[in-house]
């Protein structure tokens, strides 16, 4: 498999990585056939990323799937000057640019990881075998995209509201875990206002619990 190359130094492989929680996850959406299981291992690596390195640039085509082992990620682009979060996830979930896998396009956003973390990583070109390869993969892919819909459609709903106390009574309701996890500055960005305000809103939250 062709290693893939983070953005900048920070960046460790693993060639014979734990690959069970990845497992875990898949076998919860459809079972795994023993062939598909042997093949994922045979075509993942692990990677330990260092915090704040990009796994994939703005402008690039993305060769890869990330799995989250360990740690979290955030997708983000720039407008001018400013940084803006488009996504931010954690431990169990896949990353990758939908968009470049879809149209075969350059990526309209960068991803970085946010803390020290673990990944599994296989190829794009290995994912796509999969798919005629192993009939169980369309199972198991159609109801991942059945789940990341819906969170693309909990953002868009998040974009569309007007008052910032609501906007983070709704990042509460599906993301608390990260309420305290990650850098309030990816927050306030993610929800579209001023850490600021961010801060002023958390304040009034915390006086009421």
């Known amino acids: 498999m062709k290693q ?3 953005q900048g130094s920070g960046k460790e492989y693993v060639s014979a ?13 459809h079972p795994l056939s023993p062939a598909m299981e042997v093949y994922l291992k045979e075509h993942i690596t692990g990677m330990s990323v260092k915090k704040r390195k990009l796994l994939l640039k703005e402008g690039a085509f993305c060769e890869h799937v990330y799995f989250i082992v360990k740690g979290a990620v955030r997708g983000f682009t720039r407008e001018g000057q400013k940084d803006i979060t488009t996504w931010i996830t954690v431990e169990g979930e896949l990353v990758s640019s939908i968009l470049t896998l ?6 309209v956003e960068n991803i970085q990881v946010l803390e020290n973390t673990e990944l599994l990583v296989m ?17 198991v892919a159609r109801k991942l995209l059945e789940r990341y819909y819906a969170d693309a459609e909990r953002r868009a709903f998040i974009a569309r509201l007007t008052k910032a106390e609501n906007k983070y009574r709704h990042f509460l309701l599906h993301h608390e875990p ?11 960005s993610y929800l579209g206002m001023t850490l600021e305000t961010l801060s002023r809103v958390r304040k009034k939250f915390s006086s009421k619990t």
């Open 123 to 139: 190829s794009v070109d290995a994912m796509q075998r999969m798919y005629t390869e192993m009939p169980e993969f369309n199972v």
């Open 102 to 107: 879809s149209t075969q396009k350059p990526s």
């Open 4 to 6: 893939p190359e983070p």
């Open 178 to 188: 990260l309420s305290n996890r990650i850098p309030l500055k990816y927050i306030a």
């Open 17 to 29: 990585p734990d690959i069970s929680p990845l497992l875990t996850v898949l076998n919860y959406f």
